[in-house]
């Protein structure tokens, strides 16, 4: 199901929606083309460069006739112009673009540089090619790390507060986003998601609930930094699968900028991990440090309310109803 770009620039044979996903072989790519393909007709044209899964990893994405997959190691070189015949050939709709560096790498020049062709980039090239192929829409999966450490209720026009790169980048990429929105017109939507949790294999970054639950589930010790005390939303993938497709659905939020997560207060990671021991019959094994890692932040409490009330969101599955279906993935695994 992986092709080589020019081998493969034949165009799907029927009228319906074509959405390009970028980063098509990450959790929430996999994940969102499934409830797309699924649920609508659309055509979904994927793209991956494989620097945090596996290619193999096509193989959870619903093998299905409107779905094509592209995968090239150069997409970040702007000489290289691979996805140019896909633009040529296809009559894009909409581009999902979930593709990024995720996480915090070790902040070094080198690893900086890596956050900035990936994200930042990688976006304002996507813009180019909206801009030049006539592609109206374009939707971009942002984070919650954007506010940094703010123990207040965070809103859409709350200050962006950055700490490290990761966030650094998503913040210009929605400068760059909301930009080529007013000087071009195009018709862009950016979703701010929390920590997400989802009932799949992990390969490269995996957030603190899949960690958490694995090594539980392994008897293995924990350590938590900050003394356990950061607090956090989680919201399972169902969730963002669905606010992703709202937004590719919903033409009057045009140049909106929207958080996406869990209706709870967030949780401290104690709390966290308290829980799943208790869900799995086990005693706590974990050692608290009061040191804290660079760029980690202490709270992030978005509200979802804009998202209810302009983009017709709401939660699927609350934030521990997610934690438990990780545990049941898990432990059936
Ligand atoms: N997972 C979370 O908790 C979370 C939270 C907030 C925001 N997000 C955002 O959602 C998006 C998807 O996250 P995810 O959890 O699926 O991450 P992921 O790491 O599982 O998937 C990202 C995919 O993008 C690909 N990629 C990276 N750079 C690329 C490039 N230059 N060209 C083509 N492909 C490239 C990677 O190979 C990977 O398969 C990301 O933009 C991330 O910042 C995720």
New binding site residues.
């Given amino acids: 199901m992986i092709f080589n770009l020019d081998r493969n620039n034949e165009v799907m044979n029927n009228n319906m929606k074509t959405i390009l996903v970028?980063?098509c072989?990450?959790?929430?790519?996999i994940k969102t083309i499934n409830y797309l393909l699924e649920n609508t007709d659309y055509n979904i044209i994927g793209?991956?460069?494989?620097?945090?899964?596996p290619k193999e990893r096509v193989f959870e994405i619903i093998n299905h006739d409107r779905f094509k997959c592209y995968s090239s190691v150069l997409?970040?070189d702007p000489l290289d112009n691979k996805l140019k015949p896909l633009f040529e050939f296809m009559n894009v709709d909409c581009i999902l673009h979930?593709?990024?560096?995720?996480g915090s790498m070790a902040n070094s020049v080198e690893s900086n540089s890596k956050y900035f062709?990936?994200n930042e980039k990688?976006t304002l090239d996507l813009l180019n090619y909206c801009v030049e192929y006539k592609i109206p829409k374009f939707i971009f999966?942002?984070?919650?790390s954007v506010y940094g450490n703010q123990s207040c209720k965070l809103t859409e026009d709350s200050d962006l507060q950055p700490l490290a790169m990761y966030g650094i980048t998503?913040v210009n990429s929605e400068k760059y986003i909301n930009y080529y929105h007013e000087f071009f017109g195009l018709n862009t939507v950016i979703l701010r998601?929390?920590?997400?949790v989802a009932d799949i294999k992990y390969y490269?970054?995996k957030?603190f609930i899949p960690l958490m639950v694995d090594k539980i589930v392994n008897d293995e010790p924990i350590k938590l930094f900050n003394n356990g005390q950061s607090k956090r939303q989680y919201i399972f993938i169902d969730n963002i699968a669905k606010a992703n497709y709202l937004a590719i659905e919903n033409d009057n939020v045009s140049g909106e900028t929207f958080n996406i997560t869990v209706d709870e207060e967030p949780i401290s990671l104690i709390t966290a991990c308290n829980y799943i021991y208790s869900k799995l019959n086990k005693n706590p094994n974990y050692t608290l440090y009061s040191d804290k890692q660079f760029g980690d932040i202490d709270c992030n409490w978005m509200s979802n309310s804009k998202a209810k009330e302009k983009l017709g969101f709401e939660v699927i599955t609350d934030m521990y109803s997610g934690i438990d279906k990780y545990i049941d993935y898990a432990t059936k695994k």
């Fill in positions: 970028t980063g072989l990450g959790t929430i790519g793209i991956d460069n494989c620097i945090s899964n997409f970040t979930l593709a990024s560096l995720i062709d990936n990688l999966a942002s984070s919650s998503k998601y929390t920590n997400v490269g970054y957030g």
